[in-house]
């Protein structure tokens, strides 16, 4: 035990909030318990804590380090502690209760009991236990947001972008104490932020990251983070790094032990439903499982994708994940394999939403899971390339309607080159479709050819008319709008009424109206409205959308922020995404018939839908038509500027944007080019304030 405050031996960065929250909670409550897992910073923040108390108030500490003591001379401490505080007005702080495993609750119950003038900051892994204990978890460092799933993370990134976030902040301060020489930079910014983000924004493991500047590059960091997370976090005085993980684990009951290894199948984050499905099998049962979840509650990571989701620490997950390997026989296979049935089921379950219309439900449900999704779509993995093709085919939205086309083609690319032969009908038609979308025609031909070969010796006719859809898209990345057409006619007559997987009629009608909005535009009932697909197909229903005619925009479809009380059928029915790509086509009918004003409210109605969808390349082409809108209208800077937003996310094998050639023309080079820059750098919504 000792008297005095430990010494900050380095800069306190952020907790300006869990320092102004600990001390109302002191000022009210006789035990506070500053809970998390090691390194979250739980230590730091009571040292801080105190001496701010001691510096205002003149509060009496003394301070107790419980994190060296030998559990059976907890007696001899606590006779200590009764001397010294006895008749005192004092704070005593306990740092490091879970050293003491289950005795740390009743010690300071005790204490309590006896000293009626005591208070006491106590930092833990778990709660004490006592029913007067008012916990605080300790958060993680604030983190800068991750970027779209498409970009890369060590790409370039503004430095003011990130410089703000604590994390970074330390990350920095601490690197340049390891190198004088290292800066925040454009170039590796964004390699800064994922690494942060990696280490999960617990102190401990960035100062450890950090004091290797001199060693490794921001983004060399990273990728050896990635590689072996034990090896990267083992040794230095940082604390979150392999040793905590290894104290932790052994300081834990059998029982929390097991779930923790277990739990190092999730990848990401976890509820206590899926902790349970997952974790409870053998000796640690589904409702054995959720109990001892809770008491592991205080040293998991809460999660920010959901309510009462977490996640474990990088360092505790590689921990689990070698001794879950090699642990008793069966074990770690027996998790895996639920685990990947749990992956199947929910990515089942988006797909059905999105062809129920709830399509921002089965984004949100796709993107929350995601981390577990890639593991299970590792075709590597014991469930083999079959298992994976399965989901992938299942999340078919994902990549082609939210954003996700280049991740969606490697996932199934790296499956179907370990797929031996003959290959899934579904997976050929889905890497087809998803290289078309890119506007990669002759890399969709071979794939093409076999998935029909495919399709017709599975039996699959629902295959057969996806593939026409993608001959008709590339049909159209070609001109041939024609042959588009054609090739969408004939996909609505093979597509059944109700299709098992796979994009729904609506979408392929959608195909089919932006073909007739370039060869026959008249055809397109752009007067009916935003539902205003056509209707005289084979197997159609008389109106636009299933259920009844809609008289709104596809955006109230959504239920979305965007759409405002429903004006029709329920949100969610219909197809919210492909009435978006035909009010596109709508948008093109109106301002080649000379109707800016309503091209440019189709348009904006598009871009509500896609941009809640996450559509990028559908957004890049409706604000492509919005440029040359305004350059119509002589507004060849705003033309630009609008250009400028969707440069990136417009795929690269796209011809050149129509208004580029006029506004070059009417721009000087430099003022072309500014606008440009000003534009990459500005939110859509600050150019189109109308969404």
């Known amino acids: 035990m000792r008297q005095t405050v430990p010494a900050e031996l380095s ?187 990696a280490l999960d924004g617990i102190p401990g493991a960035l100062e450890l990251a950090a004091g290797r500047s001199h060693q490794y590059a921001p983004d060399q960091a990273l990728r050896r983070l990635a590689a072996d997370p034990l090896t990267f976090l083992a040794g230095g005085a940082g604390r979150g790094t392999r040793v905590d993980a290894e104290r932790s684990h052994r300081l834990a009951p059998p029982a929390e032990r097991l779930l923790r290894e277990r739990l190092s199948v999730f990848a990401g984050s976890f509820d206590l439903a899926a902790a349970a499905e997952v974790c409870g099998f053998g000796v640690l049962t589904r409702e054995s499982a959720a109990e001892v979840l809770h008491d592991l509650v205080p040293g998991l990571l809460a999660d920010g994708t959901g309510p009462d989701r977490y996640r474990l620490p990088l360092s505790v997950r590689a921990h689990a994940a070698r001794l879950l390997a090699h642990g008793p026989a069966g074990e770690g296979a027996t998790a895996a394999r639920r685990h990947h049935e749990r992956c199947r089921v929910l990515a089942e379950r988006a797909a059905q939403l999105w062809r129920e219309g709830a399509q921002q439900e089965a984004r949100a449900l796709a993107l929350r899971e995601l981390p577990e999704l890639r593991v299970a779509m590792n075709p590597l993995s014991a469930a083999g390339p079959p298992a994976a093709l399965e989901i992938a085919v299942s999340l078919w939205f994902l990549w082609s309607a939210c954003g996700l086309t280049e991740e969606g083609r490697r996932h199934v690319e790296r499956a179907l080159a370990l797929h031996p032969a003959p290959r899934p009908a579904r997976a050929l038609w889905l890497a087809a479709w998803l290289v078309a979308s890119l506007g990669e025609a002759a890399a969709a031909d071979p794939l093409l050819v076999e998935a029909w070969s495919a399709a017709v010796q599975e039996g699959e006719d629902t295959c057969l008319a996806y593939l026409a859809h993608v001959r008709g898209t590339v049909a159209l990345w070609e001109e041939r709008y024609e042959d588009a057409a054609a090739e969408f006619l004939e996909g609505l007559e093979l597509l059944p009424e109700q299709p098992e997987f796979g994009p729904g009629r609506e979408a392929l009608r959608a195909a089919h109206t932006m073909a007739l909005a370039h060869t026959d535009p008249a055809s397109v009932p752009v007067e009916a409205g935003p539902s205003g697909l056509p209707s005289a197909l084979p197997g159609d229903p008389p109106s636009g959308l299933p259920g009844g005619p809609w008289s709104g925009p596809p955006s109230d479809l959504l239920g979305g922020p965007h759409s405002g009380p429903p004006r029709g059928p329920r949100a969610g029915a219909g197809d919210p995404w492909a009435c978006a790509w035909s009010e596109f086509s709508h948008a093109m009918v109106h301002r080649h018939g000379g109707r800016p004003a309503e091209a440019r409210a189709a348009l904006l109605r598009t871009l509500r839908t896609l941009l809640a969808l996450g559509d990028g390349v559908g957004q890049a082409f409706a604000v492509e038509v919005l440029a040359e809108l305004e350059a119509d209208r002589g507004r060849f800077a705003e033309a630009a500027r609008l250009l400028g937003c969707v440069s990136r996310t417009r795929p690269a094998a796209a011809p050149a944007p129509r208004a580029e050639r006029v506004l070059r023309a009417r721009l000087t080079p430099e003022a072309f080019r500014s606008a440009l820059r000003e534009g990459a750098r500005t939110p859509l919504h600050r150019l189109l304030p109308e969404l």
């Open 11 to 197: 800069s306190f960065i952020g907790r300006e909030r869990e320092l102004a929250a600990v001390a109302k909670l002191l000022a009210v409550e006789r035990l506070v318990t500053l809970t998390g897992p090691a390194g979250i910073g739980k230590t730091r923040l009571a040292v801080r804590t105190v001496r701010s108390l001691t510096s205002s108030e003149g509060t009496d500490v003394c301070w107790a380090d419980l994190a060296r003591l030998d559990p059976p001379r907890l007696p001899e401490l606590e006779a200590e502690l009764l001397a010294a505080l006895a008749g005192r007005e004092v704070l005593l702080v306990l740092d490091g209760c879970e050293q003491l495993r289950g005795q740390a609750g009743g010690l300071a119950g005790r204490l309590l009991a006896v000293l009626p003038g005591l208070r006491i900051l106590a930092t833990s892994q778990r709660r004490l236990g006592l029913r007067e204990e008012a916990a605080s978890a300790v958060p993680p460092l604030s983190l800068p947001a991750a970027p779209g799933a498409a970009a890369g993370p060590a790409g370039r990134m503004p430095v003011a972008e990130i410089a703000g976030y604590a994390a970074v902040r330390l990350f920095e301060e601490r690197a340049r104490g390891a190198d004088p020489f290292f800066a925040l930079t454009e170039r590796n910014a964004g390699a800064v932020a994922a690494l942060c983000r």
